[in-house]
């Protein structure tokens, strides 16, 4: 089968449409194998363009509490980087159009293999990943295999990242641009950056790829307000939080991904 970038070609049909995308974040496993399933499988059918799909880590220290108690929920029900696999080829055998990427730290991956990590990423039909803890001066460890084996790596700038060193993590970005909007950790606001605008504008002006803006999006005021500037917006603790509230509410599994889903809904539907 001839090679085909659905991650570009998704970017390429937003930018046609003037459309700006939704990008939905979700921890594999969370609260367990089957009920993310059942979420990650309804996910585009809600509006969303594409997925982002959380490894789960004991240490993930650039999120906030939501994510990281995700995180902890779903290593608590035994789920791995391989089980994350298993996940990817159930949600591959009935969609293949859906880019997914893969969004963590390095340590896993290093644990796994990094020649298995590829072969897996390949084989299962993942379209980029997201290393957040491996900066452009390590791109020789997993980001330059990972663009010889046309798999996309995303690379992250954020509003202390200066002209000088974003030219340098864009050298060998590919896919898209993840902005963070905030100094800080995920789930806290994006608004506290009064400069995000042109900030966009400036990234813009160096890079022809698209620039997708994530951190601190709480609802679908802000999803409308943020798809004025960037190419896509990123969403994750909000939606999270949803798992989080149905779990602490004691909902049957089928509510809880209803919950979640009808949230998501909500967002899609400014967009």
């Known amino acids: 089968m001839p090679y085909k970038d659905i991650l570009k070609n998704k970017f390429n049909e937003l930018k046609t449409k003037k459309k700006c995308g939704l990008i939905s974040f979700i921890t594999a496993g969370d609260p367990d194998f089957n009920t993310s399933f059942q979420i990650l499988e309804k996910l585009p059918e809600c509006g969303v363009d594409i997925i982002e799909l959380g490894m789960p880590f004991s240490d993930p220290m650039a999120d906030g509490p939501i994510i990281q108690r995700a995180n902890g929920r779903a290593i608590k029900n035994k789920m791995n980087l391989k089980k994350t696999f298993e996940l990817?080829?159930?949600?591959?055998?009935?969609?293949?159009?859906?880019?997914?990427?893969?969004?963590?730290?390095?340590n896993?991956?290093?644990?796994?293999?990094?020649?298995?990590?590829i072969n897996n990423v390949k084989k299962n039909n993942i379209n980029g990943v997201i290393i957040v803890d491996l900066p452009p001066e390590e791109d020789n460890e997993l980001c330059l295999p990972m663009i010889k084996n046309k798999v996309h790596f995303i690379k992250l700038a954020t509003p202390t990242t200066n002209n000088i060193r974003f030219k340098k993590i864009i050298k060998h970005a590919s896919g898209f641009i993840y902005?963070?909007?905030i100094t800080g950790i995920t789930g806290a606001n994006y608004k506290s950056n009064q400069k995000l605008g042109n900030q966009i504008k400036n990234l813009k002006k160096m890079t022809k790829l698209p620039i997708a803006v994530g951190f601190g999006i709480k609802n679908k005021n802000d999803v409308k307000e943020l798809s004025k500037r960037a190419d896509a917006v990123?969403?994750?603790s909000?939606?999270?939080k949803k798992v989080e509230e149905a779990?602490?509410?004691?909902?049957?599994?089928?509510?809880?991904?209803?919950n979640v889903l009808n949230y998501v809904k909500q967002l899609s539907s400014v967009l």
């Open 88 to 106: 990817v080829k159930r949600f591959r055998k009935k969609n293949y159009n859906t880019p997914l990427i893969l969004m963590g730290y390095y």
């Open 108 to 117: 896993p991956v290093h644990r796994f293999g990094i020649n298995n990590f």
């Open 179 to 181: 902005y963070i909007s």
């Open 234 to 236: 990123v969403v994750g």
């Open 238 to 240: 909000s939606i999270i």
């Open 247 to 258: 779990e602490k509410k004691k909902y049957n599994k089928k509510k809880l991904v209803d």
